[in-house]
Structures are given as C-alpha cells and as structure tokens.
C-alpha cells in the first residue's frame, strides 16, 4: 500500500500527487506494510486543538481529553474539563437557590438580588477563563488555572 513520503498519508497506486499535502508522488511513493494510522490524534496543531478545548466548554474538553493523545491537549482539555464542568454545577446550584427564592416565598427581595449577583460574578469568571484558556493555548502556553491545574494534570496524566 503505497504512502506519501512526505506526509505518510496513504495514496492511490500511481497517483502523481498527494490528495492530502500535494506532493508530488513520482517514484518517491513509499509502500509501507499495513502500518496502521493512529486514530487517536487529529490533524490539528497543537495549538489550535488546545483552543478548541476550551470552545465550548467542558464538552470540547471531553471530546479532546478522548481523541487526543498529545500531552500539551490532554491538558488543555482536562484543565476544560475541570473548570467549567465546576462553574457550570456552580452555576446551576447558584440558579436553584435563586429559583428557590422565587417561589419558595422563604426569602426576601434582598437575599433574591444576593443569589444573582453571585451567580453573575460566577458567569464572569467563567467567561473569563474561557477567553484566557483560548488565547492562552492558542500561544502555545501550558496556562495553569489556580486550584484546577492540579487535577487537570492527574486527569490528563503526567
């Protein structure tokens, strides 16, 4: 089975070029025996896919933590992982205990405007992190968030 020899990328028999990098196939063709592709990394740079981690949330950070096997992401997606998955329960405890004043009818007007501003400074903080985490793994920078890098680093396994 021939491959690309500048990509590795598996090419048709007697292609002139690489339909993935364009390289001219010629005689440079190389056949390798059934080396499988790994299917656990994506084509992304690393940077790319650290900020990618970070894009929607928690969710991207699951999806990368399992696809991706390079350290740099499976930080970045663990550090994802972590932080927003605890903003995001935060942030739905914080909405309870506000419904709860609605309509619990236990609180008063000024303990209902507490609950909000809370969750609000929570929504911030995550906000935030997210736009720091983006930029920061887009620099290529290993960005440790306070008490969560910890975690991230024996989730992503260092």
Known sequence: M???????NIVDAGAAFCHKCGAS?????????SAPV????TSLSENVAGLLC???G??????FLLIDKRPFVRFHAAQSLVTFGAL?????ILGVAFLGGIWGGGYSWSIFGFWAAVRGVVDLVA???WIVGMIKAYQH???????VADIADQIAGK
């Open 88 to 92: 995001n329960m935060i942030s739905i």
């Open 25 to 33: 196939q010629g005689a440079a063709a190389v056949s390798i025996p």
């Open 54 to 56: 970070y894009a929607v």
């Open 2 to 8: 021939p491959h690309c020899s500048k990509c590795g």
């Open 127 to 129: 906000f935030v992190a």
């Open 141 to 147: 920078e290993r960005f440790r968030f306070p008490i």
């Open 38 to 41: 790994p299917a656990t990394q």
């Open 58 to 63: 928690w969710i991207t950070g699951l999806i």
